[in-house]
C-alpha cells in the first residue's frame, strides 16, 4: 500500500478551490494472496538454444540527447483527410519589448542560440564575456562584477532568464567551486559550488517579478531549476506554479510540454497544478503535435496524474495511422509507456507497437533511455493485446543484450541490474501466462531465457552478486503496520521477493489466527 503526499498546495489561499480530476477508479478490496510468487529463474523456461541474430539488424547507434521539448523538429503535417491532427500552428509572434525594461522576448529554450539580450552595457558586457569564455571560467572570472552590478540592480529578468539558460547546460556548475582568490573574500561561502551561488543570488529578486515574467522566461527557469546544473529551489519553483496556473493560456503548446516534463522529473506533484496543465491542453488539443502531446501524458503518467477527459481525447489520436507516422521513436515509446502507467486500458497500442518494431535503429537508441525502456517492457507485457507484444518484445529483449556489448554503448552495471529486473519480472509473466498463455509463443519465451542469461551472465563477471541494484523498500506503509499492530494482525515487513520489496506480507494461516 502506498500513500502519496502532495507537494504543493496551491489552493491554499491562493487561488479560488475547485474539485481536482478523478485521478483512479477505487480499487475493489482484494482477498489475501497465498504467498508470494516464487523466485523467477530461467529454469522455469522450456530450454532452448539462442535464436539466430538476423543478418538485417543494424549497429546500435549510440544514446540519444535527452529530451527537450524546444529541440523537437517541426515534423511535416499530414494531410487533413488522413489524419485527425491539424497542421502545426505557427510560430507566434516575438513578444514587444516593454519599454522600461529592456529586451524582454520570450528566450529560446535551447542552449546555445540564445542572443544575448540588449541591456545596460556593463551587463551586456558581462554577459558576452560569459558567452565568449564559457560559463564556469566566466562565472569565475566575473563573479565579484556580477554581484556588484546585480547589487545595483542592473540586471533585468530577461538578462537572468538568459544567464540561467546557458547554467543548465554545464552540469559541472552543480559541484564546481569558486577559486580560492575569491574565496578569500567570501569565508563563508567558500564552500558553497557556483550553481548554488547563481541561484542564491538571483532567487529573491526574480521571486519578486515573477508577475512580470514571460511565459518564455518562465520556461526557461523552470528548466535551469530542475537542470543537473543548478540546485532545486522549490519556493522559487512554487511560485512558478503558482503564477503558470493562472495565466496557463500564454502558455504555448511546446512550453507547457516542457513545463510538465520538468515538474515530473523531480518529482513535484500537485493535483491542481498538473490539473490546470491537463484542462489547457485539452482545451487546446488540436494545436499539439503529437509528438508534444505524448511527452506530455507521459510527464503526467511519471507523476501518476490521470486526467481523465484528456486521456479519453488523446490516446485514439495515437491509434491513427497516419498521425503515428509524423512521430519519432521516442514520443512513439512515451505514448505506450504513459498508458501503461495510467493503465489506460482502452488504449490499442498495436499501431504505435508496429511503428516502433519497423524502425529498428530508432528504438535502439530510446533503449537507452531508462524510463521509456523499463516502461516499453512493463507495457508490452500489460497490454492485453498479444500483437503488440509480438511485435515489439523481441525487438526490446534484444537491443537488451546489444547494450551489454561494445565501449561505446556499455552501461553502468546498476542499469544492467535495472534493466534484469525487468526482464526477470517479464519472465515471470511468461511462467505464470500473463496476461494470457496465447500471448508468450515458443520463440518469445526462447528470446526472454536467452536475455536473462546474458544479463545474468554479465553481473557475474562485473561483480558480486551482493552489490546487485535492489529496490529500497518505501516508508508509506509504517502507517498500515501501526493499523495491524492494533488489530493484532501477524505479518512480515519488507520481504524481498525479486524483482519485488513486498513491503506487507500476510500469509493465510497469519490471517486465520487474527481471526480466531
Known amino acids: ?54 543478418a538485417s539488424r ?12 524546444s529541440m523537437l523538429p517541426p515534423a511535416p503535417a499530414p494531410e487533413r483527410s488522413a489524419s485527425r491532427f491539424p497542421p502545426p500552428a505557427p510560430p507566434a509572434p516575438p513578444v514587444p519589448a516593454p519599454a522600461d525594461a529592456g529586451s524582454r522576448g520570450s ?63 554545464v552540469p559541472s556548475l552543480r559541484r564546481a567551486q569558486m577559486p580560492r582568490s575569491i574565496n578569500r573574500h567570501d569565508e563563508d561561502e567558500a564552500d558553497v559550488p557556483i550553481g548554488t551561488r547563481v541561484v542564491q543570488l538571483f532567487t529573491n529578486f526574480v521571486c519578486l517579478k515573477i508577475p512580470e515574467l514571460t511565459p518564455g522566461e518562465i520556461t526557461c527557469f523552470v528548466s535551469a531549476l530542475t537542470s543537473a546544473a543548478l540546485p532545486m529551489d522549490e519556493f522559487w519553483l512554487f511560485m512558478m506554479a503558482k503564477q503558470i496556473q493562472d495565466t496557463s493560456g500564454q502558455f504555448s503548446c511546446v512550453q507547457l510540454a516542457e513545463i510538465a516534463r520538468c515538474y515530473a522529473a523531480k518529482g513535484l506533484e500537485d493535483e491542481e497544478f498538473f490539473g490546470v496543465l ?13 509528438n508534444v502531446l505524448a511527452h506530455f501524458l507521459f510527464s503526467c503518467a511519471r507523476v501518476r496524474f490521470l486526467h481523465e477527459d484528456l486521456c479519453t481525447a488523446a490516446f485514439p489520436l495515437f491509434e491513427d495511422v497516419a498521425s503515428v507516422r509524423v512521430m519519432d521513436a521516442t514520443a512513439l515509446s512515451s505514448a505506450i509507456t504513459a498508458a501503461s502507467l495510467l493503465d489506460w486500458r482502452g488504449f490499442k497500442a498495436l499501431v504505435c507497437c508496429q511503428a516502433l518494431a519497423a524502425r ?20 508490452v507485457v500489460y497490454m492485453r493485446n498479444a500483437a503488440g507484444a509480438r511485435f515489439l518484445l523481441p525487438f526490446l529483449l534484444d537491443h537488451f543484450c546489444e547494450t551489454l556489448a561494445g565501449a561505446s554503448l556499455r552501461r553502468s552495471r546498476s542499469e544492467v541490474a535495472t534493466i534484469q529486473r525487468r526482464v526477470t519480472l517479464t519472465g515471470l509473466c511468461a511462467a505464470f501466462g500473463v ?63 525479486r524483482p519485488f520489496m513486498l513491503d506487507i506480507t500476510i500469509r493465510p494461516e497469519q490471517l486465520r489466527s487474527s481471526q480466531t
Not at 569564455?133 to 542592473?154: S, T, V
Request: glycine residues 4%; aromatic residues 6%; contains cysteine.
Open 58 to 69: 543494424t549497429p546500435v547507434p549510440g544514446p540519444p540527447p535527452r529530451f527537450d521539448a
Open 278 to 290: 491537463c484542462d489547457a491542453v485539452f482545451g487546446r488539443l488540436q494545436e499539439f503535435h503529437p
Open 107 to 169: 528566450p529560446t529554450l535551447k542552449p546555445g542560440t540564445l542572443d544575448v539580450p540588449e541591456s545596460h552595457p556593463q551587463v551586456q558586457a558581462v554577459l558576452l564575456a560569459l558567452k565568449k569564455e564559457g560559463m564556469r571560467r566566466g562565472l569565475e572570472r566575473h563573479w565579484e562584477q556580477i554581484k556588484r552590478l546585480h547589487q545595483q540592480d542592473a540586471f533585468t529578468p530577461a538578462d537572468i532568464a538568459w544567464l540561467f539558460a546557458q547554467c543548465r547546460s
Open 360 to 379: 529498428t535503429t530508432e528504438l535502439s537508441g530510446v533503449v537507452h533511455h531508462a524510463d521509456l525502456a523499463m516502461g516499453l517492457a512493463l507495457a
Open 435 to 497: 496476461p494470457k498463455r496465447q500471448a508468450w509463443d515458443l520463440n518469445q519465451l526462447r528470446i526472454v531465457q536467452v536475455t536473462f542469461n546474458k544479463l545474468q551472465s554479465y553481473l557475474a563477471q562485473t561483480g558480486s552478486s551482493k552489490d546487485s541494484y535492489e529496490p529500497t523498500p518505501s516508508s508509506f506503509h509504517l502507517e498500515v503496520v501501526a493499523v495491524l499492530h492494533l488489530l493484532n494482525v501477524q505479518h512480515q515487513v519488507e520481504q524481498p521477493q
Open 1 to 54: 500500500m502506498c500513500l502519496r503526499r502532495p507537494w504543493l498546495r496551491l489552493s491554499v489561499g491562493l487561488s479560488s478551490p475547485r474539485p481536482p480530476p478523478q485521478r483512479f477508479p477505487p480499487a475493489p478490496p482484494s482477498t489475501p494472496v497465498p504467498g508470494p510468487p516464487p523466485r523467477f529463474d530461467a529454469s522455469m523456461l522450456p530450454p532452448a538454444p539462442a535464436p539466430e541474430r538476423s
